[in-house]
């Protein structure tokens, strides 16, 4: 037989009971084999009934069979132990501590491949078989293998507990109906079941639109990170050209000043050597008179002598045409104090900019919006010390002390020049960028613009004053109420009219609010846009003497 190439394995040949090689095996009407040991001990434990059925398939026989040996199958055993069995399959068909064991199985166990919610029995592939072929275990209904069947009987009446309690949210047996369940609203299990699975599916739903939500948010945020990587590459390379280009600026600048002072050198050492040539002449003329001088004093002659001295009488007025002149050493101290004021210039201009950028990459935050609080204590949270920056400033404002308070006068202030100054519209900005979460408080006198704004707002012209371009945004205070300004477009505002406006940013999420600030906190306006850059606090003054805006340091 093995020569012909059959390959049975040990399995093929073992009573199902003692999971061990047939012994004496016998062979009953519905065609399972078992030893026979086995198979009266199985039916032993039946007597009583009546009724004797197998243990695989289920069939019942009336009365008790008498059972003969197989001769044929056991032969059959004897000689496959001669020419060979495969082993049985791994361990892995039998049940482990965490597997579901079968239940029909004696002995060691097989593990089960399904559980039935009819029998509340477990079974392994033999088992289950007949829950396929026989007709009335078709109906059956077949699950993944529990090891909590046997929570499904009721434990007070040993029952299978098939309905609902809706009243006390609970599985009972028919038989709780009756008693401790009367009268309650109950269901079929199974109807419950199919309400709560709606549900379910519903709830799923739910989950499945925000899991969608959140992977769309997940995939936003991966654009933004391979944006923000791909902008800070530009900005990094944009910086180097740019401080490439400072580089060469100084290094033509020193190259300059090397020429120049080089220039100065030469002409005041040519200036120098004509001097000295000049004077080594006068010391040679002077020498020569000295030495007429020193002959005619050795002259013995009076007469002689008077008579030569009156006629070099000249030789003893002084020959010296000029001083010497130390303006050299004055120039190129000169020039060592301006390159040095230059130095202090430009560390004062990195030393800020450094500042701004540290400002604005400090400032972390999440990208996704978050909620706008809803008390002042909440504002106070991200609350911001703003000053004003006096190169900013129109000439008509005096900035307080510490430049947090700006006041119009009609006479203009003797400000220096400088490019950031705003020349046609009464305005200042802040001196810090802002970005992330913000709030301030500004405290008005009169008529007055609350605004924020880009620091490459125009600082001249018509299109400079906030709110009258696409880099500024201002919502106007007067007497009579409130104007919102954006990019020309007014928006007429009511509100109550307080002393104080809170103004809330959140860069990120492109939010822009305007509060009136007294016992409660009123919103005005709010803005939802996208800021490409940082912005900087800013106000806009009436020209009337006297009107004022100042930042509140709020805490």
């Not at 056991?74 to 361990?91: F, I, R």
Request: charged share 30%; aromatic share 6%; proline share 3%.
């Amino acid at each position: 037989m093995a020569q012909r190439g059959v390959q049975l394995d040990r399995e093929t040949f073992c009573c199902c009971i003692c999971l061990d090689l047939l012994k004496d095996p016998v062979t009953l009407n519905c065609g399972h084999s078992y030893c026979m040991s086995c198979i009266k001990a199985h039916w032993d434990g039946q007597d009583g009934t009546g009724v004797y059925s197998c243990p695989q398939c289920r069939k019942r026989f009336i009365p008790r069979p008498v059972l003969d040996k197989n001769t044929m199958l056991a032969d059959l055993v004897e000689e496959l132990k001669k020419t060979g069995l495969q082993d049985a399959p791994d361990d892995l068909c039998y049940a482990g501590p965490e597997d579901v064991a079968c239940d029909v199985c004696r002995g060691r166990k097989l593990k089960a491949i399904k559980s039935c919610l009819s029998c509340l029995a477990s079974y392994c592939e033999k088992h289950l078989q007949p829950h396929y072929d026989a007709a009335p275990f078709k109906k059956h209904k077949l699950a993944d293998p529990s090891k909590k069947l046997q929570e499904n009987i009721c434990s007070r009446h040993d029952e299978v507990m098939k309905i609902f309690c809706r009243t006390d949210r609970q599985i009972i047996c028919y038989l709780c109906t009756m008693d401790e369940h009367k009268g309650h609203d109950t269901v079929p299990a199974a109807a419950e079941r199919t309400e709560k699975q709606k549900e379910l599916e519903g709830s799923r739903g739910n989950i499945r639109q925000e899991i969608q939500e959140r992977e769309k948010d997940v995939q936003l945020l991966q654009r933004e990170m391979e944006a923000a990587i791909a902008y800070a590459k530009e900005t990094t390379d944009h910086s180097e050209e740019i401080f490439a280009e400072v580089i060469r600026l100084i290094q033509e600048k020193s190259s300059d000043v090397k020429l120049q002072v080089r220039s100065r050198l030469e002409t005041e050492v040519s200036r120098i050597r004509e001097l000295q040539e000049k004077l080594e002449r006068e010391i040679a003329e002077l020498t020569r008179r000295d030495d007429e001088l020193k002959r005619l004093s050795h002259a013995e002659d009076h007469n002689e002598f008077l008579s030569n001295y009156c006629s070099l009488s000249a030789l003893g007025e002084s020959t010296h045409s000029s001083a010497v002149d130390t303006r050299p050493r004055r120039y190129f101290q000169d020039v060592t104090a301006a390159v040095s004021q230059t130095r202090d210039k430009l560390q004062d201009v990195l030393r800020e900019q450094r500042t701004d950028i540290s400002l604005t990459v400090t400032q972390v935050d999440v990208l996704l919006s978050q909620p706008e609080p809803k008390t002042r204590a909440g504002f106070l949270k991200y609350s911001r010390e703003i000053t004003l920056d006096p190169n900013t400033a129109n000439k008509h404002l005096i900035l307080s002390e510490w430049n947090r308070k700006a006041t119009y006068k009609q006479k203009k202030q003797s400000y220096s020049k400088h490019p950031d100054r705003f020349k046609n519209y009464i305005q200042v900005l802040s001196r810090e960028s802002l970005s992330g979460r913000c709030y301030w408080e500004v405290e008005r006198r009169g008529g007055v613009g609350v605004a924020v704004a880009s620091k490459n707002i125009r600082r001249a012209g018509n299109e400079s004053s906030f709110g009258l371009n696409d880099k500024s945004w201002s919502l106007h205070c007067f007497l009579d109420g409130y104007r919102f300004y954006d990019n020309k477009i007014p928006t007429k505002i009511s509100g109550p009219r307080s002393s104080r406006v809170g103004v809330y940013l959140d860069h990120s999420a492109g939010i822009l609010s305007f509060y009136d600030v007294s016992e409660t906190m009123t919103l005005l306006h709010r803005v939802q846009t996208t800021f490409t850059q940082p912005l900087h606090a800013g106000v806009h003054i009436n020209c009337i003497d006297g009107e004022s805006a100042e930042f509140i340091k709020v805490t």
